[in-house]
């Protein structure tokens, strides 16, 4: 199942640098294992805001559940997730 993920960060600006430095450090370990995986096919940033779009693909809404759950910036996001199909009109034999 595809899915277009938005996640918008908000670190606090309260934050000591040295643990929201930590916090990103492990996120970005995470994404790339999840993308060596496949399972998080795509990650663009959003210009001028600390965002991103992502693309997952993954076996239930509750693998995705779960996978966003698991980042470590998650206390911190705001996420809005939309399900994707395959459109009838594409020219392309997969969704790669």
């Given at each position: ?11 606090p600006?309260d ?8 916090i990103?450090?492990v ?19 959003i ?8 693309i ?13 759950q698991?980042?470590?910036l998650y206390?911190?996001?705001n ?18």
């Open positions: 199942m595809l899915f277009q993920v938005r996640m918008d960060v908000n670190i600006l934050m000591p640098i040295d643990k929201a430095s930590e990103k450090a996120e970005k370990a995470y994404s790339h294992d999840l993308q060596r995986q496949g399972k998080w096919r795509h990650i663009w940033r210009t001028g805001q600390y965002s991103n779009i992502s997952f693909d993954v076996e239930s809404n509750e693998e995705l559940h779960n996978i966003l698991g980042l470590p206390p911190y996001m996420i809005e997730v939309m399900p994707l199909n395959r459109h009838p009109s594409s020219i392309h034999e997969d969704d790669r």
